[in-house]
């Protein structure tokens, strides 16, 4: 079992900057991915962005390319999501998440998540 715990979420209003913050703890696989899915009102939950386990590899969703960055931590259970001009449509609860593959090329999810934080961008 895999624990994933959020941190970093809140309000911010348009154009800001926000850093959400991940850390894995349990079972770790050897070769994995992390990443960050978004869940808005109405909308269809997507990757926003995933890095692989030595962080040689990051994948963006159209909506975060150019405006979020996705890094690893110095302890490689911690991933970090920086996110700037951020625009009202990034409102949603965001899922720190990990599998042994690639979810988000083949349409499924990750087999853990965590508890999610809320990010609430005003106009």
């Known amino acids: 079992q895999v624990q994933l715990e959020e941190s970093g979420g809140g309000p911010v209003q348009a154009g800001g900057s926000l850093r959400l913050s991940c850390t894995a703890s349990g079972s770790t696989f050897s070769s994995y991915y992390m990443g960050w899915l978004r869940q808005a009102p109405g909308k269809e939950r997507e990757t926003v962005a995933a890095i692989n386990w030595n962080g040689a590899s990051t994948y963006y969703g159209d909506s975060a390319k150019g405006r979020f960055t996705i890094s690893k931590g110095n302890a490689k259970n911690t991933v970090y999501l920086q996110m700037t001009s951020l625009k009202p449509e990034d409102t949603g609860v965001y899922y720190c998440?990990?599998?042994?593959?690639?979810?988000?090329?083949?349409?499924?999810?990750?087999?853990?998540w965590g508890q999610g934080t809320q990010v609430t961008v005003s106009s």
């Open positions: 998440a990990t599998d042994q593959g690639n979810w988000w090329a083949y349409g499924s999810s990750p087999q853990y």
